[in-house]
Nanobody
Framework: QVQFVESGGGLVQPGGSLRLSCVAS????????MTWFRQTPRKQREFIAS????????SYAESVEGRFTISRDNAKNTVYLQMNSLKPEDTGVYYC??????WGQGTQVTVSS
């Protein structure tokens, strides 16, 4: 059974930083592209960032380009999302997933003063 467990969310002031983690079980993620999504009350789940299996190819949503960095440690079966210069509009529940649609419980990020 494939599971993803996200963590690292919290309440942060605008301009602050957070680092999210996503630990996978039931698969070895090293050969799979991994993706972070964000869910907000007003929007459908939206793409944030993805990273290739080897970690050499990344892509980002325009809204986070230059502020967020996706990375992975295949030895730890973990994907990360470093979020800097956070804005209130970054508030939401963040999920990681792979190509086959399994989802974890997500981690809440709230950016507010």
């Amino acid at each position: 059974q494939v599971q993803f467990v996200e963590s690292g969310g919290g309440l942060v002031q605008p301009g602050g930083s957070l680092r999210l983690s996503c630990v996978a079980s039931g698969i070895r993620i090293s050969t799979y592209r991994m993706t972070w999504f964000r869910q907000t009350p007003r929007k459908q789940r939206e793409f944030i960032a993805s990273i290739s299996g080897g970690g050499h190819v990344t892509s980002y949503a325009e809204s986070v380009e230059g502020r967020f960095t996706i990375s992975r440690d295949n030895a730890k079966n973990t994907v990360y999302l470093q979020m800097n210069s956070l804005k209130p509009e970054d508030t939401g529940v963040y999920y990681c997933t792979w190509a086959f649609g399994d989802w974890g419980q997500g981690t809440q990020v709230t950016v507010s003063s």
